[in-house]
């Protein structure tokens, strides 16, 4: 028996859905450097489409006072201001606001890094969007930060989880599955670390464009598997992963640029962002079988017509994705 149409209509709809916002959340950037007694150097960093920057502003403690006027322009998909400031007594417990956050779906990481080598991090949400300065924050604390970082931008990230997805449509057997999982978690690993230390890199909008399409990809090789005619993407699923894995690594390494990757934090941030990403890509694994299961439990739905449905929703929204993404290059 077929399933009711609402229920294989959900998750393609939740795919079209995400189409539109996939890697849309960015946070915002506020990068503070002591250079000498009480003296700050700040860059602010803003998510922007064109011209158009998300409203938002960064608001320092009370004893803060501005030497200059800020240099203010637009890099890439980004809003900057760079700007010194004097401040009495220093930040400790000063309080920094991000104004204009309360009204978004975003957040904002603030870095503080003071002139003795102390440094502190702080994620400022839409319903907390203020920080309070220590002075100081212990390595776990930071890294804590950086772990909560990656697991969200996975989470949120729908094009790399859609990937995911599909890979798990396309595998029947568990120990292969687990196996395809790692090598995709390996294989974008090594791009991630490399690109992110600096040893090689490419342009992040035709990584995106050809992310999309590996998704299409795999969303097609759904489409035409067969009960008795085994494809090589079925037999060996893990090569896709790794392959396509090492260009995804590349789509994170680029979220963690633009989330400000601090060069003196590098390894720590790096791993532990990593593993916040691993930590969120297994949530999703463990709540895609939760519902598979459950599906089989409750309605008893015709698996492979289940599949192919959402084969297609996969597919189309890699086509929703890739247009827009292509398109850009020429912007």
Request: glycine fraction near 8%; include cysteine; charged fraction near 15%.
């Amino acid at each position: 028996m077929r399933p009711p149409c609402a229920l294989l209509a959900l998750p393609i709809l939740l795919l079209l859905g995400a189409s539109a916002i996939a890697h849309e959340v960015r946070p915002a950037y506020l990068d503070i450097r002591e250079t000498a007694h009480d003296t700050f150097a700040v860059l602010w960093k803003v998510p922007a489409q064109g011209r158009m920057r998300l409203a938002l502003d960064a608001h320092l403690p009370k004893q803060c006072i501005e030497r200059a006027t800020p240099m203010r322009w637009f890099e890439g998909s980004a809003y900057l201001e760079r700007w010194t400031v004097d401040c009495a007594g220093g930040l400790r417990n000063g309080t920094i606001v991000i104004d204009g956050l309360k009204a978004t779906l975003t957040e904002a990481l603030v870095r503080i890094e003071y002139e003795n080598g102390d440094t502190e991090v702080g994620r400022l949400m839409p319903e907390a969007p203020s920080f309070t300065a220590a002075g100081a924050q212990t390595r776990l604390e930071v890294a804590r930060t950086y772990f909560l970082l990656g697991i969200e931008h996975i989470l949120l990230g729908f094009d790399h989880l859609i990937f995911v997805l599909a890979l798990m449509l396309l595998i029947h057997d568990r120990w292969m599955l687990f196996n395809t999982i790692t090598a995709f978690t390996v294989a974008h690993s090594i791009t991630l670390a490399g690109a992110s230390l600096g040893y090689f890199s490419l342009p992040q909008k035709p990584v995106e464009a050809t992310i999309a399409l590996s998704i299409a990809f795999v969303a097609s090789e759904l489409l035409k598997a067969r009960p008795n005619e085994a494809r090589l993407s079925e037999t060996y699923p893990w090569v896709v992963a790794f392959a396509f894995g090492l260009l995804h690594g590349f789509g994170f390494s680029g979220a963690l640029k633009e989330i400000g990757l601090p060069q003196s934090d590098v390894p720590l941030s790096l791993l532990t962002f990593n593993l916040g990403v691993e930590a969120g890509q297994i949530i999703f694994v463990a709540a895609a079988l939760a519902v598979a299961w459950a599906g089989r439990a409750v309605v008893g739905y015709h698996a492979a017509f289940a599949r192919r449905a959402i084969a297609y929703g996969i597919g189309t929204s890699a086509m929703l994705w890739f247009i827009p993404r292509i398109a850009s290059l020429a912007a």
